[in-house]
């Protein structure tokens, strides 16, 4: 899942010779507070309506304004997480493509890397989420998934992150394919598991906000 798969098309660069007056009124068009600054084909960063409004001058041309998070890009051959990085690190909506040579070829939206991201994690297929709390040196996701298929489940995908109650641990999120999670649990528990939390999935629904609410929720956030 390369970055160049998700760019979005519908989001126009803006040139330094641009009013900031037009880039407000594209803003308004497409619905977006940020929009990416390109020269001669490279990404020279974003503009953001907070930044035009407080300049409160409609004439200026784009060269005239500071340009914000000029790193906020991914080489387009980097995967989707990279681009989630990014976007957490400049606290941005989107994040610019660009390719070896610093050519630019758009930008990806956080709500497309967000869709992208959830489907890899299987967010959106029927199942329940189990959070476990463990050592690194006890992680082994063949023994923990041996443990789950013995109670005729299987795991879809799983997520490692640090435990913020306990810096010497990780918390394991799985997915699994199951709604009923109290054998599983118990199971786990049997095997010396610790499950600090789990999720039992309602039927699936649509929507992308949705979808990110049931990422949020598979990422313990």
């Known amino acids: 899942m390369q970055a160049y798969e998700f760019i979005n098309n519908m989001i ?13 009124s594209w803003m308004e068009e497409i619905r977006t507070n940020v929009l990416p600054v390109v020269h001669e084909g490279e990404f020279k960063g974003l503009i953001t309506d907070e930044q035009i409004y407080n300049l409160n001058n ?8 500071e340009m914000e998070a000029q790193s906020c890009f991914v080489f387009k051959d980097k995967h989707i997480y990279d681009v989630l990085r990014v976007a957490s690190e ?3 909506n989107m994040v610019a493509v660009i390719d070896r040579e610093n050519v630019y070829h758009g930008v990806i939206t956080l709500e497309d890397a967000i869709s992208a991201f959830a489907d890899t994690l299987s967010i959106q297929s029927q199942g329940g ?12 996701l063949h023994e923990i998934a041996r443990v789950i298929e013995s109670e005729n489940a299987k795991v879809l995908s799983n997520f490692i992150s640090n435990d913020p109650l306990d810096d ?3 918390k394991v999120t799985l997915k699994v394919d199951k709604n009923e999670l ?13 499950v600090i939390d789990h999720y039992q999935e ?9 979808r990110l609410g ?8």
Do not use: W
Not at 12 to 24: E, Y
Not at 58 to 65: A, D, N, T
Not at 202 to 210: H, M, R
């Open 202 to 210: 309602e039927p699936s629904v649509s929507g992308e906000y949705d």
């Open 182 to 194: 109290r054998h599983i649990k118990a199971t786990l528990e049997r095997f010396g598991y610790k």
């Open 129 to 140: 989420v189990l959070i476990l709390s463990m050592y690194m040196t006890d992680y082994s």
């Open 214 to 221: 049931n990422l949020l929720r598979f990422l313990d956030i």
């Open 168 to 170: 010497s641990k990780i």
């Open 58 to 65: 409609p004439e200026l041309s784009i060269q005239e304004v």
């Open 12 to 24: 126009p660069p803006l040139k330094f010779t641009d009013k900031v007056k037009m880039a407000l």
């Open 90 to 92: 400049f606290q941005s």
